[in-house]
């Protein structure tokens, strides 16, 4: 059974550019969430998506979205990337987060320079 | 709002030795609980977690949680670590309905031969 797969794994991208992340979550999981994993601020939630839909929103800049497909596939997008961007992505899915655990991706590492 | 603490910044332990990397929580509710590795470079791995049941859970690798409620804990356990236990662990706690983990800050653990 494959895992959550995010790609690409490494990225290196320039101030003010913008950057899309992908998750493919576990077959037959809908929900899908995303961290951002910074030495200073640890691990930090930014969005949940269920079944096409937003559910949760963490405490970030409006220049963080997301969006879900049907597949349940997600993507995450940072536009005008800053400095501070620079991070380790996480995606995590899960068939019911009420039982189950979440299986995490092995993140997209995302540099600014 | 829902929060956890990891009072240790790092753990040490020589091998064969009982382990033990501690958690506390804050939350309004019944609490959902987890516990996630972290190797060098890598994504989140799922060790255990606590919905509801015995206060005892056991999980992956030989670690165990003692869900303690009038303490407001879930410290981690090993009998006997082991060199390749080396590696960062977070505590969670899912805040609300919806998908979101809150992390504690994370405990180095290091094991020693």
Redesign the interface.
């Known amino acids: 059974k494959a895992g959550?797969t995010?790609t690409p794994r490494y990225l290196i991208k320039t101030r003010g550019q913008q950057v899309t992340l992908s998750c493919s979550p576990i077959s037959g999981h809908r929900?899908?969430?995303w961290?951002q994993q910074t030495p200073g601020q640890?691990?930090q939630?930014l969005f949940?998506y269920?079944s096409e839909t937003q559910?949760?929103k963490?405490n970030f800049p409006g220049r963080f979205s997301g969006r879900q497909f049907s597949n349940s596939r997600s993507e995450m997008n940072v536009s005008t990337l800053e400095l501070g961007d620079s991070a380790l992505y996480?995606c995590?899915s899960?068939l019911n987060?009420?039982?189950h655990?979440?299986?995490?991706?092995?993140?997209t590492?995302l540099t600014v320079v | 709002a829902q929060s956890v603490a990891q009072p240790e910044d790092q753990v040490n332990v020589a091998e064969g030795n009982p382990l033990t990397v501690k958690c506390t929580y804050s939350v309004s509710g019944n609490p959902?609980l987890?516990w996630?590795v972290q190797y060098p470079?890598?994504?989140?791995?799922?060790l255990l977690?606590y919905?509801t049941g015995d206060n005892l859970v056991k999980g992956s690798y030989g670690f165990e949680a003692e869900f303690n409620k009038s303490q407001t804990s879930f410290h981690l356990k090993k009998p006997s670590a082991l060199v390749s236990d080396s590696a960062l662990y977070?505590c969670?706690v899912?805040?609300?309905q919806?998908?979101?983990?809150?992390?504690?800050?994370?405990t180095e653990l290091s094991v020693k031969p």
């Open positions: 959550v995010q929900s899908v969430s961290y640890g691990l939630f949940e269920f559910r949760n963490g996480l995590a899960s987060e009420r039982i655990g979440y299986t995490f991706g092995s993140g590492r | 959902y987890f996630y470079n890598r994504g989140l791995q799922f977690k919905i977070f969670a899912r805040d609300g919806g998908g979101k983990l809150i992390f504690g800050q994370g």
